[in-house]
């Protein structure tokens, strides 16, 4: 089970961290990752850290956002930093790996402008 937190609104310029925490079992050869749906959008991959700490971030966020992870905690985070208004979005953890596929609940990022 995954539980995200740390949306909320700010303004364009600003910085937020999500976190999500996995609970039970999980592994140690896993792939954490944060993804975003805008309305009236498909859910896209914003970024992406695998078991040896290998990051991918999409184009749109490189050299703002920076993904993190604390196994000793199973926690995924991504820190964001600028905001932009185009990052308001739904904002959801997945945990991949053998035998699992899990979605934590979206948390709601707004940025005004």
């Known amino acids: 089970q995954l539980q995200a937190s740390g949306g909320g609104l700010v303004q364009a310029g600003g910085s937020l961290r999500l976190s999500c925490a996995a609970s039970?079992?999980?592994?140690?050869?896993?792939?954490m990752s944060w993804y975003h749906q805008a309305p009236g959008k498909q859910r896209e991959l914003v970024a992406r850290?695998?078991?040896?700490?290998?990051?991918y971030y999409a184009d749109s966020v490189k050299g703002r956002f920076t993904i993190s992870r604390d196994n000793a905690k199973n926690t995924v985070y991504l820190q964001m930093n600028p905001v932009k208004p185009e990052d308001t979005a739904v904002y959801y953890c997945?945990?991949?790996?053998?035998?699992?596929?899990?979605w934590g609940k979206g948390t709601l990022v707004t940025v005004s402008s």
């Open positions: 039970g079992t999980i592994g140690r050869i896993n792939t």
């Open positions: 997945n945990l991949a790996g053998p035998g699992i596929n899990t």
């Open positions: 850290i695998f078991s040896d700490s290998t990051t």
